[in-house]
């Protein structure tokens, strides 16, 4: 069996999965094509740390390029017969001196074994190729709703010389991206798998004292050591303290360099990624191993959230249905711990859940952490109201698909403060409480789940209760621990 993986240590992923891509591809394509049409996609391409550096950075491939052939090289292109569903891969002839600084230069047919793809020729003679071979080629346009970002579709020297249809290709495979097969399912699971371990690792060393950064590095050495992944696949989140309230914090002006403190929450939001595939999981935990009464409050309360939108989940809910779920779940709790008061139908109306939680309730995962087509044409819109908004779908959900659930309560200061002031809000919260709550941060429990015929199979493996977490805590396996 042809299949990519590091070492003998690490996952084994067989190349039948992106031959089971291009069959999908081509299934849903056939009606639609004429008998000579390709689809025809552009592989990414080296990219260098500066306008004239000559430093590369380390590549990962161009999600659907990746989808289809899972090529991990740099500047091919790929070409699939619809029809027929043949494989053409292109690559660059390399210049001799390729052998001198960068190492052997394979020739077609390792590359033919490699990928098992019916046929491999040099990016030279591709449009004599092509030409003999397709009436028109495929190419990907598309919107990414996340993004907010056009893709470029593919060009070379010489796609003049072919009918090329820009309208066909994105739609249907970010369609079939978002219903994962089982082989990218294990993939994924072992992302999780990874990931799960090396948030264990990093309870297991935290102590007061340490640097936010160095948690940083901690995952991402045991992702890498221990699972051969080279890459996280967002920018590691490794909040204490006050830090766990900035939605996205790690960012190059916020990089993880926080001391962290004796008595400060965590948020702690890394993910690695294995051949691509994605993992994104958060974990909330006191620095020093102990929940404060006012620390197991916030959490326990983000917990019931989070696990009562897994108990609901299954095919024929709708993800806007989850995402007030979790919003009603939260608040009741809220008003249990005093910090909000009123009914809380109200407050929903009233959109108190997202002064608490101003993100989406999950998205969809696979080669993008936020994988594609959240909103196509056919489902429903991106809501304008406060919270789900956030939401990167609103679909209904279907066996097949993974996402993340990642209920959050965080104490923002800005969004308190403009609630404040809000007469339609303000009545709801009681100030006097919240006061002492401004300084917590926030908390974030994020899963990832595959949506089953009945329910959902849960990806994620780390302490979730507070008395496992505290129990991690105090463990010191020696295959784990660093500081
Ligand atoms: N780590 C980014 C997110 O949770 O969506
Ligand atoms: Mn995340
Ligand atoms: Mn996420």
Same mark, same amino acid.
């Given at each position: 069996?042809?299949?990519?993986?590091?070492?003998?240590?690490?996952?084994?992923?067989?190349?039948?999965?992106?031959?089971?891509?291009?069959?999908?591809?081509?299934?849903?394509?056939?009606?639609?094509?004429?008998?000579?049409?390709?689809? #025809?996609?552009?592989?990414?391409?080296?990219?260098?740390?500066?306008?004239t550096?000559?430093? @590369?950075?380390?590549?990962?491939?161009?999600?659907?390029f990746?989808?289809?052939?899972?090529?991990?090289?740099?500047?091919?292109?790929?070409?699939?017969?619809?029809k027929?569903?043949?494989?053409?891969? #292109?690559?660059?002839?390399?210049?001799?001196?390729?052998?001198?600084?960068?190492?052997?230069?394979h020739?077609?047919?390792?590359?033919?074994?490699?990928?098992?793809?019916?046929?491999?020729?040099?990016?030279?003679?591709?449009?004599?190729?092509?030409? $003999? @071979?397709?009436?028109?080629?495929?190419l990907?346009?598309?919107?990414?709703?996340?993004?907010?970002?056009?893709?470029?579709?593919?060009? #070379?020297?010489?796609?003049?010389?072919?009918?090329?249809?820009?309208?066909?290709?994105?739609?249907?495979?970010?369609?079939?991206?978002?219903?994962?097969?089982?082989?990218?399912?294990?993939?994924?699971?072992?992302?999780?798998?990874?990931?799960?371990?090396?948030?264990?690792?990093?309870?297991?060393?935290?102590? !007061?004292?340490?640097?936010?950064?160095?948690?940083? $590095?901690?995952?991402?050495h045991?992702?890498?050591?221990?699972?051969?992944?080279?890459?996280?696949?967002?920018?590691?989140?490794?909040?204490?303290?006050?830090?766990?309230?900035?939605?996205?914090y790690?960012?190059?002006a916020?990089p993880?360099?926080?001391?962290?403190?004796?008595?400060?929450?965590?948020?702690?939001?890394?993910?690695?990624?294995?051949?691509?595939?994605?993992?994104?999981?958060?974990?909330?935990? !006191?620095?020093?191993?102990?929940?404060t009464?006012?620390?197991?409050?916030?959490?326990?309360?983000?917990?019931?959230?989070?696990?009562?939108?897994?108990?609901?989940?299954?095919?024929?809910?709708?993800?806007?249905?989850?995402?007030?779920?979790?919003?009603?779940?939260?608040?009741?709790?809220?008003?249990?711990?005093?910090?909000?008061?009123?009914?809380?139908?109200?407050?929903?109306?009233?959109?108190?859940?997202?002064?608490?939680?101003?993100?989406?309730?999950?998205?969809f995962?696979?080669?993008?952490?936020?994988?594609?087509?959240?909103?196509?044409?056919?489902?429903?819109?991106?809501?304008?109201?406060?919270?789900?908004?956030?939401?990167?779908?609103?679909?209904?959900?279907?066996?097949?698909?993974?996402?993340?659930?990642?209920?959050?309560?965080?104490?923002?200061s800005?969004?308190?403060?403009?609630?404040?002031?809000d007469e339609?809000?303000?009545?709801?919260?009681?100030?006097?409480?919240?006061?002492?709550?401004?300084?917590?941060?926030?908390?974030?429990?994020?899963?990832?789940?595959?949506?089953?015929?009945?329910?959902?199979?849960?990806?994620?493996d780390?302490?979730?209760?507070?008395?496992?977490?505290? @129990?991690?805590?105090?463990?010191?396996?020696m295959?784990?621990?660093? #500081?």
């Amino acid at each position: 069996m042809v299949a990519y993986s590091l070492s003998s240590e690490t996952l084994s992923v067989p190349m039948k999965l992106f031959t089971k891509n291009r069959l999908r591809l081509s299934e849903e394509l056939a009606s639609k094509v004429s008998r000579k049409a390709f689809v #025809f996609l552009e592989g990414g391409k080296e990219t260098f740390r500066g306008n004239t550096s000559d430093a @590369a950075y380390v590549f990962r491939q161009e999600s659907n390029f990746h989808w289809c052939f899972g090529v991990t090289e740099s500047d091919f292109y790929g070409a699939i017969h619809v029809k027929t569903c043949k494989a053409i891969l #292109f690559i660059p002839k390399l210049h001799p001196d390729y052998e001198i600084w960068d190492g052997k230069i394979h020739d077609l047919e390792h590359f033919k074994t490699k990928y098992e793809v019916d046929e491999v020729h040099y990016i030279c003679d591709m449009v004599n190729v092509l030409k $003999s @071979a397709a009436d028109e080629l495929l190419l990907l346009r598309g919107y990414n709703t996340d993004s907010g970002r056009y893709n470029e579709p593919a060009s #070379f020297e010489g796609i003049e010389n072919f009918k090329t249809d820009l309208d066909l290709l994105y739609p249907a495979i970010s369609e079939l991206r978002v219903f994962k097969t089982p082989e990218e399912i294990e993939v994924i699971r072992y992302a999780n798998k990874i990931s799960s371990e090396a948030h264990r690792a990093v309870m297991q060393s935290i102590k !007061p004292g340490l640097f936010e950064y160095q948690m940083e $590095s901690l995952f991402q050495h045991h992702t890498y050591a221990k699972g051969g992944a080279r890459h996280v696949c967002y920018t590691c989140i490794a909040a204490s303290g006050n830090n766990a309230a900035i939605l996205h914090y790690g960012h190059a002006a916020e990089p993880n360099s926080k001391q962290i403190q004796d008595g400060d929450m965590c948020m702690f939001d890394m993910g690695a990624e294995y051949y691509c595939y994605c993992s994104d999981i958060s974990c909330s935990f !006191p620095a020093n191993g102990k929940f404060t009464p006012q620390q197991s409050g916030i959490y326990n309360a983000v917990l019931k959230a989070n696990r009562a939108v897994m108990d609901a989940v299954k095919p024929g809910v709708l993800w806007t249905d989850m995402h007030l779920l979790s919003e009603k779940v939260l608040l009741a709790e809220l008003k249990e711990m005093e910090l909000v008061v009123g009914d809380v139908d109200e407050m929903m109306a009233a959109r108190i859940g997202a002064v608490f939680m101003p993100h989406g309730l999950g998205h969809f995962i696979g080669i993008d952490t936020h994988d594609v087509h959240g909103y196509p044409d056919d489902a429903p819109t991106r809501s304008s109201l406060p919270g789900l908004k956030s939401l990167r779908t609103a679909r209904e959900l279907k066996a097949g698909m993974v996402l993340t659930i990642e209920p959050g309560c965080y104490f923002i200061s800005k969004l308190l403060n403009d609630a404040f002031l809000d007469e339609d809000k303000a009545k709801f919260l009681n100030r006097e409480k919240i006061r002492d709550f401004m300084d917590f941060g926030g908390v974030r429990i994020e899963d990832n789940v595959v949506i089953t015929e009945s329910g959902c199979d849960l990806l994620t493996d780390v302490p979730r209760t507070v008395e496992e977490i505290e @129990a991690e805590m105090q463990k010191s396996d020696m295959k784990l621990t660093m #500081f």
